[in-house]
């Protein structure tokens, strides 16, 4: 019977009260029971043994006592029980808060309430049509969204096998129908509705396949070469690798540009662009260059090995290529060349010139160090 804020604190106090009251209540019934046995004696040093000591005839003498005192002891509690009782009676009742809730007004609900007049309209004018593709060829179980102006959904269906779908508007206005299927570039269009039913047919842009070949110069197909295709931000969009005869197929793309790269070992990565077109197979072969390995040894005269030689590749235009050192074994390796005509130019120690003045008569000495310039 407490506001809810305050049913806390008064749990708490009922508790309190509860206990003060048990002990209050057990001291005075032991306070009126040993008054009632103090007529004949202390009653303290009597226990459960002492009384089976005693004598038989002065035993029983103490048993009837304790029974004669006892029971006149709850006589005591008897007007304080009636006077708990007329109290109960004559105080007035407060219902509890769970009452006083159940007893509100109840607020009806939306569904009792009367309808608020809404202007006229013509409920239910359907749209219609078909979704395809370019070509003509219809695209089923496709996904369609009607939203109205606020970007609240009016309706949603699919196409059935034969591409077609209907879906009913509330009345006349603009919307906007939106069409998505896997594999398709979705596509949203504006729909115009009046008092007649409208026929709307929405194309999309169906998946497109990219294929080819990794080849050589020669022509000779690349096994396991890995194949890469990414758009126009840079993400990786598929990935796949040749098969024995050097092809890839790639499926389930949108049309768009892209960038078609292909790499393998002891090949040069190679890229280039590529547009995919949509419900069609787009063709690109990938030529790798490179792959070609030039290695041999110097030596001085007598087929003497030339350790620590510098040797530069040049191609046809004169460029440097590639330059390397040879070992102890006089031996030099090029790798990842492409198909032409290459310069090999082998040297030992670039000349060392040094200034210094000799006395007469005296003897002088100078180090030289030889030593490629990196």
Do not use: M, W
């Not at 007049?117 to 496709?142: C, K, L, M, N, S």
């Not at 929405?202 to 080849?215: D, E, K, P, Q």
Request: hydrophobic share 40%.
């Amino acid at each position: 019977a407490v506001p809810a804020a305050d049913r806390a604190a008064a749990g708490a106090a009922a508790t309190y009260f509860r206990q003060l009251g048990g002990a209050a209540g057990a001291g005075a019934l032991g306070t009126l029971f040993a008054r009632r046995l103090s007529d004949g004696g202390a009653v303290s040093p009597l226990t459960p043994r002492l009384l089976r000591a005693l004598p038989p005839e002065l035993r029983s003498g103490y048993a009837r006592a304790y029974a004669h005192a006892l029971p006149p002891t709850f006589l005591y509690l008897v007007p304080v029980l009636v006077l708990g009782l007329l109290l109960a009676f004559l105080l007035k009742e407060k219902p509890p808060v769970s009452q006083n809730l159940a007893e509100a007004p109840v607020i009806p609900s939306a569904r009792t309430a009367p309808p608020e007049e809404e202007p006229p309209y013509v409920a239910g004018i359907p749209v219609t049509g078909v979704v395809q593709h370019h070509d003509g060829t219809t695209v089923p179980r496709a996904a369609l969204t009607l939203i109205d102006s606020g970007g609240r959904q009016i309706g949603r269906g699919a196409t059935g096998e034969d591409g077609r779908y209907a879906l009913s508007t509330p009345g006349t206005g603009s919307y906007v129908l939106i069409a998505a299927a896997g594999g398709h570039q979705p596509q949203a269009v504006t729909v115009t509705v009046g008092e007649r039913p409208v026929e709307l047919d929405v194309v999309l842009g169906g998946a497109g396949r990219l294929a080819g070949t990794v080849l050589t110069a020669d022509g000779s197909p690349v096994r396991d070469a890995l194949v890469t295709l990414t758009n126009v931000h840079g993400e990786v969009v598929a990935s796949t690798r040749t098969g024995r005869d050097g092809g890839y197929d790639i499926g389930e793309l949108i049309a768009g540009e892209y960038t078609l790269a292909g790499s393998a070992p002891v090949f040069r990565p190679a890229a280039l662009p590529v547009t995919v077109q949509s419900c069609r197979e787009t063709r690109q072969d990938i030529e790798l260059a490179g792959g070609a390995v030039l290695r041999g040894v110097v030596r001085a005269g007598g087929g003497r090995l030339v350790e620590d030689a510098r040797v530069t590749l040049l191609d046809a235009a004169g460029n440097v290529v590639d330059t390397a050192t040879t070992g102890p074994d006089g031996a030099f390796r090029f790798v990842d060349l492409s198909a032409g005509e290459y310069t090999v130019i082998a040297a030992g120690y670039p000349p060392v010139a040094t200034v210094l003045q000799v006395a007469g008569g005296g003897r002088t000495e100078r180090d030289l160090q030889l030593g490629h310039a990196d």
